[in-house]
């Protein structure tokens, strides 16, 4: 038994945790500042970004000395290729989390239209509730949790449309669709949020199996774009 | 000007590792079926089937007394040297069988050349070292050529070049296993075994052997036990992971195979719960 390499495992799959609470507290500031409009609490969001990447360059870093120090083989391997893998998706959606806040500040003059808030702040509970089934499945290495978070994300990108479809009813106020254009930009992040969820599911899959396969094969998607 | 010729398959082959499928379209070089080892009556080894490759690197790893070595042993009959050993089920070597009753033992040493764990030159000059297989078995052509495309395929002659009289035994460590290598190359052998060939090495001289074993494997079949998996990881096509099996008094202990495959399949995602076990340092 490897004690050592043991434990440095351990460390990197509660650092990945970590990171994980970090960008859920992100999702949840970015939904509370778009349903209140609270432009304080959008620059709270965009400078605790810097503490999602605090934690993202430390686990960067650990994985790097396992791998340079304990060699590991196997579903050690995976575990810590997976682990870096996953440390960037948190990463990327803390970052989508600042671009909604961004988004909401600078929208923040214009009238808001009650609908798309509302759909908008639903995309953002699911993708909450996604990203913490990602978390959940990987420490559970439950593959078939994992594989649930498809059909989650298919609501979340119905929810997108919606948004979209909502905005272009905003055609001829040219102020509305203004902020509308910018809401769209918002609904799109949640949808990479969604995504970037089921990319954790996928190396839950990958550690458990051995194989790497996508869930689903966006580039071949029969759904046309909107 | 002309195009740089690309040779994507070989790029392939340094990034990912040979694919079995690939490997297994190779000529087989080796057919082993139902071997079994026994010494003085005590079975060591038990029930193997395994294939080996042409122009490919084959690892054993496994735990001390899982029969490895006994197993590298059969490739060349080894153990038909050692009292009280006993080699039974299937051995072909390019369809024939190797334990047939009219085969020399000695042609199959010339055809299947072996280096041990460790470096054991003839205390005589570098020269005679390489030369003594070839006189021994008569072969034709000049002598000097062959010593020096020998020593050159095992990567040492421009080190020994200007002191080919001097003893091998002044050579250090590294240099007298590739001198060894040299020595089994000089009589033109199809197969290289080696068992342990670096665990006597320091880490550049172990370096030296690995890369050494990439360039042979292009002109010989090589098959190595190591110790060190990240050894097999490194130099290997294939992998077989051997384990002991104990009866239940806890009395005999006997060498089984438990899988054999690709070494990247090995070292990523094996298929049997024991070779994850070993691979990863949780067993053995």
Redesign the interface.
Known sequence: ??IE?QAELDALEAGFQEEGEIVLRSIRGAIDALRTQDVELCDEVIAFDDEVDERYLALEKQVELVLARQ????????LVLAILHNALHLERIGDQCVTIAKLTKLSSHLGTHAAVVEGLVDMGERCSEMVKVSLTAFADRDVAGARGLHQLDELVDNANRQVFREVLGYVHDPEALEWGMRQITAARCFERIGDNAVDIGEQTAFIV???FAEFTDASHDPRPLE | MDTPRIDSARIAETATGLDRADIERREKVFAISGLAVSYNGVTALADVELDVYRNTVTAFIGPSGCGKSTFIRCFNRMNDLIPGAKVSGTVLYHGADLYARQVDPVEVRRRIGMVFQKPNPFPKSIYDNIAFGPRVLGMKGSMDERVENALSQAALWDEVKGRLKDSALGLSGGQQQRLCIARALAVEPDVILMDEPASALDPISTTRIEDLMHELKRRYTIVIVTHNMQQAARVADMTAFFSVIVDDEGAARRGILVEYDATAKIFTAPSDKRTEDYVTGRFG
């Open positions: 038994m490897r390499l060699t590991p083989v196997a579903s050690d391997l995976r199996t051995g194989e």
